[in-house]
């Protein structure tokens, strides 16, 4: 496995693709950039294409030194050897379709894709023989305990760190402010991603990713607090043992790892863990009923068909309305649930239902502002 | 993967072999036996025999119902899937060398043949393509963490939970009774591996067995003490992760995933493991000096040529005069470690080395019983 890999980056100026690149300059031997992607920024794709000289771009615009193509045609160009999606929201779901049928292995970093589409990508995956692998700390863990064994998964275990917002203190919730929420914003997670994770939204939609990724049922997936934030992610196998992945919460080292498989690579920016200074680590049941996010999520994920979509838009647009004023931190969920329970589901859904129903969700949701 | 393993277990009626026939009772459809070896045990042997019908077995007379043939032969015979090697002692090297020429795969649950002659056992391993899987729940810890991983490790990292015993506390230690010691057995575990449990010999035999099964050098290997003895092993990559297994410390878990390798099969003898019943666990560092047997026996290992086969002959001699009240507990390292600076060790060892060597610590231990 020693053959250096050519990457297509899709959305390589946002933050997983500027992190890719990084990985790129650290292992010139390993890997180099045969096409980028991007939908904006001109300015640093254009430097992008200067520093790696990638063959292709896509672009809206022509950018100088390389062929301008279509993303789809980026994605499944027949000298990419792996295809890292680090797209937002829709954008780069058909490119990956098509990277799949061309029979790209993926780096999946856009989790939005994962919880609207993932039956069908996954299915279009195992129909061409394509792995992918998650760039999402969490995720990555149990694709890395799942390494090396067969289809005998008894329970797959996500762990979160748990949250001091609640759904049952209303009195205390009512005065969550944005700017205290943000503030527990760190690194590159984004002001979106920060709401997600004090509603658990986040893990939940995790949830959903994890029933795709690995093709395991939703009852036998879990959701464990460990305030420790050592532990990733552990799954428990039919001989009871359970494999645990620790590591730093880390999208780089996770997007390394998509980067390196079926190899590791070396990673000396991020200090090694030392496990006798961890000092102890526990686990704790989820409170489901304190996150009514997080079972939205999990029930949206159950029921299946265009439901994922629609949490997923309905999420995006109540996240929005709350950072924008118009509803408190509470009312997140409430408008999600209203949301979902006016949606009208399609059976066994296309790529093309899929996106009219989070357009659907995205029109809708607005109105379910309280007066 | 689903076609019925063949088996040969050599030492059928010790402990592990009898666990192995009751994991091949429990999966009649997955497994059955074609060669049975043992010792001494004609009535137990006899019975074997009657109830799994083996073609053939290797015994000192002949037991109605099976060819007899010699250990070697019955290891390397043409319809043989999997040789597990429950011997004692030297009893099966010969054997297992034979079966690694064959290129017959290994469940090894010997500790001494890989304390004593690991590094010529893997040599022959690595040059037949053969795969060895410990039998040993720290080990096959170690092993499952390597599963579908390749050559990226950064530390293999054994656990042990201490013992209340160490050398600097003369006073204490002088009352140290065998009784005592021997009251801390629980389950299958002999009174050798009792003993060596306390002054963590066995640790220190386990780095000896890593080095040699992961092909790791010893600078890689490290044991850190962990109380709850929840996490049986962990092993850290070249990019930071760090991948554990944590289970019941359990013989038969080990043995069941070294005959159900690539796959796992139920277990349903054991009780899952609650996670969040847990409670925290936690690591510290070993503290090496309090520990002289470990250290000896890291240090034999370190020096290698004959140093681990007159370890592993002086530990059990010294354990049996500890046992036979000829010497108390504390002395057993200053006896080990006197037989150990009296060797003259042969560098690149063949078998025939490695035996005398074995023969000539067993008859020099006793000798340095103190006055």
Known sequence: MDRMKRLAILGSTGSVGRQTLEVVQRHPDRCRVV?????????????QVAEFQPTRVAFPRPVPGAERVSMEELASAPDVDLVVVATVGKAGLTATLAAIAAGKPIAMANKEIMVMAG??????????????????????????CLAGEGQNVEQIILTCTGTPYSWRAPAALRA?????????????????LSIDSATLMREGMQV???RWLFDVPFERISVVVHPENAV????????????AVISQPSTRLALQYALSYPERWGLPALPPLDLTALGPVSFEPLDEAKYPCFRLATEAGYRGDTYPAVLNAADEMAVLLFLDQQIGFQEIPRVV???????????????????????WARDFTPQQVPE
């Open 35 to 47: 096409g980028l992607a991007a939908g904006s920024n001109f300015d640093l794709i254009a430097q």
């Open 119 to 144: 039956s069908l990508v996954m299915a279009a995956a195992r129909q061409h023989g394509v792995t992918v692998l998650p760039v999402d700390s969490a995720l990555s863990a149990v694709a890395q």
């Open 176 to 192: 969550v402010s944005r700017e205290e929420l943000l503030r527990q914003t760190h690194g590159i997670m984004g002001r979106k």
């Open 208 to 210: 959903i990713e994890a």
């Open 232 to 243: 990733r992610a552990l799954v428990r196998f039919v001989d009871g043992t359970v494999k």
């Open 337 to 359: 649930e209203a949301v979902l329970n006016r949606h009208q589901p399609v059976h066994h859904p296309t790529l093309e239902d899929i996106l009219q129903a989070d357009q």
